[in-house]
């Protein structure tokens, strides 16, 4: 039962590099969404997806694309990394339901130098 | 657009004592689900419990207990007998009316516990 997959766990980049964090969920949810953890800053989002072939905004975009493949990923690209892009990522999803919780995947540890 | 507040960023509790962690949100909406999680330092994140606005009554999950004043906006999270392994950072969670709209949370709290 592996639920939501995030793929790598670390990543180290330089400034000006690109790379993609990839996601993919096995629980058929419609929703899915990115967030980062800063310290002090609790979890911030990204982008979210209310179902496949839409994307929106959340609250700190800026420096982030994302991609809803299908169904089940749920990619988020760095065009080109900055050291304030260093953060932990969480990708989660859920049904959409407003009661229903998120499921989160294991994070992604970015350092960027 | 909606904010969650946790205005404690550390807590500290002795084994077996009971400790609560403080939340207040604002919203215009009157139907809308609140959450707490919890993450481990394994960094995974754990529903811990959920209340829903229209529910009078506060949720309860064995230990864990919300005191949800609506009028006020405060969700607050009582945990009793407390234990080693509730050592975490926990989050508040808002979510509005549309299931398809994301979850909000707060800084979060981190909670030491002392044997």
Known sequence: ?113 | AQTVTQSQPEMSVQEAETVTLSCTYDTSESDYYLFWYKQPPSRQMILVIRQEAYKQQNATENRFSVNFQKAAKSFSLKISDSQLGDAAMYFCAYRGPSGNTPLVFGKGTRLSVIA
């Not at chain 1, 179902?51 to 959340?58: R, V």
């Not at chain 1, 969480?90 to 130098?113: D, I, K, Y």
Request: hydrophobic content about 30%.
């Open chain 1, 1 to 113: 039962n592996a639920g939501v997959t995030q793929t790598p766990k670390f990543q180290v980049l330089k400034t000006g590099q690109s790379m993609t964090l990839q996601c993919a969920q096995d629980m058929n949810h419609n929703s899915m969404y990115w967030y980062r953890q800063d310290p002090g800053m609790g979890l911030r989002l990204i982008y979210y997806s209310a179902s496949e072939g839409t994307t929106d905004k959340g609250e700190v975009p800026n420096g982030y694309n994302v991609s809803r493949l299908n169904k089940r990923e749920f990619s988020l690209r760095l065009e080109s990394a900055a050291p304030s892009q260093t953060s932990v990522y969480f990708c989660a999803s859920s049904e959409a339901l407003r009661r229903a919780e998120a499921f989160f995947g294991q994070g992604t540890r970015l350092t960027v130098v």
